[in-house]
């Protein structure tokens, strides 16, 4: 029962801001994803059943990181609701900690948060002499996690890129929100041309609430923006598309000749941008905030190229408001080749809430799995950009804020192991608590068979 209130709970805490949205039966949804943290409780008791041996120490200190890596992985299904909740996002600013997501993405951090925190209630609660290894197992750990972190720091010079990020604060009308964008973006070379010039300049998410392509006064504005800034711009359109019929969200590059490349987000919010089982659960939106209408979705990653100061050619890699917040996406991208990753964001929902901090958070995360520095856009929330250790960069426009904000991101060319070998702890955490279940099983048979022929009684078939 702890397990299944602390489950829910945790989401409910997590997912708070959704309540004028979703009402009750966002206590519903939590009450239902409480259940995989019931499953983690059980094998709690299971294993930290008095007395601790040794061999239980050691099932204690590496099953339950396990299982909660897996019950993290299964609530980052996006029809689930994504991995908004990850433990591992809360350890964003401390960079020992941080540097994990290199070598096994947020569910390392996530493991090690448990590791932690089971090895002091076993050192503040157990008398036994075995008390002494998982201690000695953690400060190994810690050990190995300080020297991994101090090794990733190492720079690599690969170029900079020189960002403007604009920011018109929370604007409703679409076309007052497109003019403050257009101003704040002329107000970059109000007092002449950039020095040194710009690269990039990158609007938030829904920055342009009209189909371009529909809207021929508002692309030639767009253009004519490039053309003063002398850089491409990366602005990000919320619309019913003219030709498709339907609404998408979608990042598009374009310079002063036109549009150069364009994405589509494939990654929706659940109630949010779509209804799940529309047919089924429609009545919900007529007692919520629900969608009224299912946006469209796109299809593939796109990269975009653009040629920064000294004539280099390099690919960034757009994704959209909750896409940012999944590691396999942004991980996708860098194999692909992306440079950089650009992550365009509004976060007027939760607003005057910690989530537009916590949503930044996870960028950070992304910056340190990836091994490349990331740019987060945002339209009405925190605007800032992070190198490729995760650390933050420049100044950041705070939720109560619109500006402009100038960046030098520095480039990075490494691989890390995350983006090598992808959810391996996930994987491996899958089979190991397998292996475990096969051998209690077959231990417990065993036992069953031999106790039958010492008595004499029918054994298990």
Known sequence: MRGWLWGGGFVLGMYYWLLPNLTVFLLVIAAMLGLLWLAWAVLAWWVLQEPWTGPRLALAITALPAAAVLVEYATSWD??????????????????????AALGGPWLIGAFIVLI??????AATSRSRWR????????????????????????SDAGTLRVALIQPGVVHDPT?????????????????????PLDLVVWGESSVGFDP??????????????????????VNV?????????IYKTSILLDQTGELAHYDKRRLVPFGEYLPMRRLLGWIARLTEAAAE????????????IEI??????EIGPLISFESAFPDMSRDLVRRGANVLVFQIATSTFQDSWGPWRNAATSALRATETGRPVVHSTLTGVTTAYDATGRRLGSVIGTDQRGVEIIDVPLASRNTPYVRYGDWLPAAAAGYLLGLAVAVVLRRTGRDRALSRATGTPGPP
Do not use: C
């Open 79 to 100: 029809k689930l609701g994504g991995p908004w909740a990850l433990l591992g996002t809360s350890q964003w600013n401390v960079p020992p900690v941080r540097a994990l």
């Open 309 to 314: 100061t000294g004539g280099r050619r390099i």
């Open 238 to 246: 919320d619309a019913r598309r003219q030709e498709a019929g339907g």
């Open 117 to 122: 925190n089971l090895v002091i209630l076993l």
């Open 132 to 155: 002494w290894y998982p201690i000695g197992a953690a400060a190994l750990a810690v050990a190995l996690m300080a020297g991994w972190a101090i090794a990733i720091q190492q720079p």
């Open 176 to 196: 007052t929100r497109f003019d403050v964008g257009e101003a704040l973006t002329r107000s970059l070379v109000a007092a002449g041309p950039v020095e040194p």
């Open 294 to 305: 299912d946006r469209r979705r796109g299809h593939a990653a796109v990269l975009m190229p």
């Open 213 to 234: 392509n529909a809207r021929p006064d508002l692309m030639a504005r767009l253009t004519e923006l490039s053309r003063l800034v002398g850089a491409p711009l990366l």
